[in-house]
């Protein structure tokens, strides 16, 4: 069959991300011996002309559309990328009668929302280049497919979704050919990274998360061994820097280390790093090993330096452990940059300033400190059941596809957000969405990339933002 996928994801803040899944996808279909064609949209200067342009040329049988976000978690300044996706299906359904299959992380979080919202045939739940070429298989052999593994459809106005099938590793990460989908120099000169994955699924409660919903509890584990060949893959395509998307890079402790070790022993040559730290297993073996393996930045993902908050959040972990961890960070090199989730369950005034006073104190000012304000609810989860049980969210689950957020009632956001930018023009270190979201921060990548300045960037913006300042611009 003629195969269209279109990765619509165009979000560039603070970077434009590589479709690591989509191409995934689009190299299963073409093995599975489809004649595939794949469109980015992420550097299309009118998409819906390219969606035009690419229906007219190929005249697809099958359209895969890939969502990443449904939004971009942010409460301050919310973006509903979703909804931004409506003309584009509208385009496609407008030209073109081939059945439109609905893929990507954002499905498998909200699946029955996002088909009502876009009248897409199918949607693919769990991991694509298992369920898309299976599906593809069905619809040219004019079989149904609604008894595939994955599959999510409605029919007569009711949901139907089949549990994905966790399939396993297969002991490695397969790099894509992105030269074969992608602009890669657009990507580069843009200050995107190579994506890489050690592992899948998670094991751990936290409340909000929606992991566990798009890999599943169990941890499924990567052979060292093949992320050393990744790496080498990336660097082959001219990736110096590497990002591990893991949604834990460091649990379970003893295979993160096992990789450590491996790329060590490996003698590459790119920059690594990972913005998913739980500081429940930072230690000396840990950053010991990331310094020797390669990696030239983490993030720490604390969310808060309050116990009773890290309670509620049911993070595993206690503000004793917070402070174990920046101890432990102060006697390395490794540049960290530590992400903090303000106005969760229990958050009150004195919670705040406890998290923020552990910021100022206890975080290396050649570090970085970035604050979210209030917490994105998803149907399904623990937050959502709290939020309604406190009276603070009365959406019923298909209302909740828009951002709708959480903030704890003992803190009123208006003081919030006053006491972080208070926090913020003391600590030049500290920072926000808006520090990333300024309009001209793709501009800044472009140049930063021709100037040799190299990811991950927070490590500059304690130097961008005093220079913004003295500009007269607040970030």
């Known amino acids: 069959m003629k195969i269209l996928l279109i990765n619509t994801n165009r979000n560039k803040s603070p970077m434009p991300v590589v479709p690591l899944g989509a191409c995934l996808v689009a190299e299963a279909a073409e093995r599975a011996g489809h004649e595939v064609r794949f469109l980015d949209l992420m550097f299309a200067g009118d998409p819906l002309q390219a969606i035009a342009q690419e229906i007219q040329h190929s005249n697809p049988e099958v359209i895969g559309v890939s969502l990443r976000n449904i939004d971009n978690n942010d409460m301050l300044h919310p973006v509903f990328f979703a909804g931004d996706c409506l003309p584009l299906l509208q385009q496609i359904r407008t030209l073109s009668d081939a059945p439109i299959v609905l893929g990507g992380a954002a499905v498998s979080v909200m699946p029955e929302q996002l088909l009502r919202f ?84 998670c094991h751990f409660q936290c409340i909000y998360c929606t992991y566990r919903k798009i890999e599943g509890n169990g941890y499924r584990l990567m052979d060292p061994a093949s992320t050393v060949a990744a790496v080498r893959a990336y660097t082959a395509m001219g ?110 005034e004195e919670t705040v300033e406890e998290t923020l006073s552990f910021a100022r104190t206890a975080i290396r000012a050649t570090d970085a400190a970035f604050f979210t304000t209030g917490i994105r609810v998803y149907p399904g989860t623990e937050l959502e059941r709290i939020a309604r049980q406190q ?68 490590r500059y913006a304690r130097h961008i933002r005093r220079g913004l300042r003295l500009a007269g611009v607040e970030a």
């Open 118 to 201: 876009s009248g897409a045939d199918w949607a693919v739940v769990g991991e694509g280049d298992t369920a898309f070429p299976e599906l593809l298989d069905a619809l040219s052999e004019g079989r149904s497919p609604n008894h595939l593994p994955g599959l999510a459809w409605l029919g007569e106005g009711e949901f139907h979704l089949n549990p994905p099938a966790r399939e396993g590793c297969s002991g490695g990460f397969t790099v894509p050919r992105f030269s074969r989908w992608l602009n890669l120099k657009a990507y580069k000169q843009n200050m995107a990274t190579a994506p890489l994955q050690t592992k899948l699924g």
């Open 239 to 348: 990736f110096r820097n590497v990002e591990f998307v893991d949604n834990v890079f460091n649990s379970p402790p003893g295979h993160c280390l096992g990789v450590c070790e491996a790329l060590a022993r490996a003698g590459h040559t790119a920059r690594l790093q990972t913005y998913e730290l739980n500081p429940l297993f930072v230690d000396d073996d840990l950053l010991t090993g990331m310094e020797e393996a390669g990696f030239v930045g983490a993030g720490i993902t604390v969310e808060s330096a309050s116990s009773p908050v890290l309670a509620r959040l049911q993070k595993g972990f206690s503000a004793e452990v917070v402070h174990r961890a920046a101890e432990t960070v102060r006697r390395h090199n490794l540049p960290c940059l530590w992400i903090f989730m303000l106005g969760g369950p229990g958050e009150t």
């Open 391 to 458: 009276g603070v969210l009365n959406l019923s689950p298909d209302q909740m596809l828009a951002p709708v957020f959480y903030l704890s009632p003992e803190v009123e956001q208006g003081w919030l957000a006053t006491r972080i930018r208070r926090a913020m023009r003391e600590n030049f270190h500290f920072l926000n969405g808006d520090t990333f979201n300024l309009p001209f921060m793709p501009a800044i990548n472009r140049l930063g990339s021709l100037a040799g300045i190299e990811p991950p960037l927070w």
